[in-house]
């Protein structure tokens, strides 16, 4: 039972979230922790936007070192988020190695069979089968070959960036400055009042301009000499 616990093969993958107090000091404390624990950057891609770097790394760690990485990267400032899997493949791994040596088997009878063949249609027939047979031999081994590659390096995709600075707070106003705004902006409320006001009833001062004007015109006429 212990044995076959020690041949199970196991891959881990992570992301890992974090915000720094300083992306120079960050970053050089990331590349010593890779080769404190022989790790290695496959990617990396930095970006600054308003002032805020960031940097989005694929590291390739070795398995045996995975999770301790992972523990002293998030020492480095907060984490904002972290996930980890791992995922036993050992069944994955036997079932590709089983069916490459199935397809191989398989492709070493048909070559016997093709050098055995007796007319021209079986030979055709054959030679697709070998076709065939070695496509799914390609697959197999490369499918074993990305089998390897999990089981040599666990995968972290490692996002880090530098907090901005919290901006200054303003300087508190005079004690006098709120009443003195409060009664400039109560003061402009009274004047665009008495503006919507005279635009609601400028229809009623020009009718009662022209009534009056009609009642002048009217009483001169009546004053004048015959």
Partial sequence: MGAAATNRIVVYEGKLNLGVASFDKASVSIDSLLAVYGAFQASAHETSTDGQRQQDLTLNVPPANFVRLVAALSKLGRVESKDVTSSDITGDVLEASNALNDQQAAQTKQQQLLAKATSPAQAQQL??????????????????????????????????????????????????????????????????????????????????????????WWRQRQQAPA
């Fill in 127 to 216: 030679a697709a089968q070998g076709r065939e047979l070695q496509a799914g031999i390609a697959e197999a081994e490369a499918r074993l070959q990305r089998f390897g590659a999990q089981r040599k390096w666990a995968t972290l995709a490692l996002h880090y960036f530098q907090y901005l600075p919290a901006p200054e707070p303003a300087a508190p106003l005079p004690a006098f400055a709120p009443r003195f705004a409060e009664a400039f902006n109560r003061g402009w409320s009274w004047v665009l009042s008495g503006l919507v006001l005279l635009t609601n009833l400028w229809p009623l001062l020009l009718l009662g301009g022209s009534v009056a004007a009609g009642l002048r």
